[in-house]
């Protein structure tokens, strides 16, 4: 079955940090890029930070940029995101992605984890 499964979320006072972890399972995520997205109530789902298979190519938001680091473990089919310096507008629901192109088929694959709750406040 395929599966990613975030972790790490929880409360957090402002200017204190959180490393979220997603783990697959039911494929290789080495052959995937690899994203963080977030969703606060009441708005869209938005990138936060995605790195490419290799992880030779690494995006951030503005956002976010400076203050979080995504990183990945293809051995352990997983992917990070170390956040630091929190701000409460960074409260939301995080969300692990993994997408590939198939070639063969040809189609993208997508797979989406259920969220981990992140919550900045004092």
């Known amino acids: 079955q395929v599966q990613l499964v975030e972790s790490g979320g929880g409360l957090v006072q402002p200017g204190g940090s959180l490393r979220l972890s997603c783990t697959a399972s039911?494929?290789?995520?080495?052959?995937?890029?690899m994203s963080w997205f977030r969703q606060a109530p009441g708005k869209e789902r938005e990138l936060v930070a995605g790195?490419?298979?290799?992880?030779?190519?690494?995006n951030y938001s503005d956002s976010v940029k400076g203050r979080f680091t995504v990183s990945r473990d293809n051995a352990k089919n997983s992917v990070y995101l170390q956040m630091n310096s929190l701000k409460p507008e960074d409260t939301a629901v995080y969300y692990c992605?993994?997408?590939?192109?198939?070639?063969?088929?040809?189609?993208?694959?997508?797979?989406w984890g259920q969220g981990t709750q992140v919550t900045v406040s004092s």
């Open positions: 992605n993994a997408l590939n192109y198939d070639s063969h088929t040809p189609k993208f694959n997508t797979h």
């Open positions: 790195i490419t298979a290799l992880g030779n190519n690494i």
């Open positions: 039911g494929f290789s995520t080495s052959t995937y890029a």
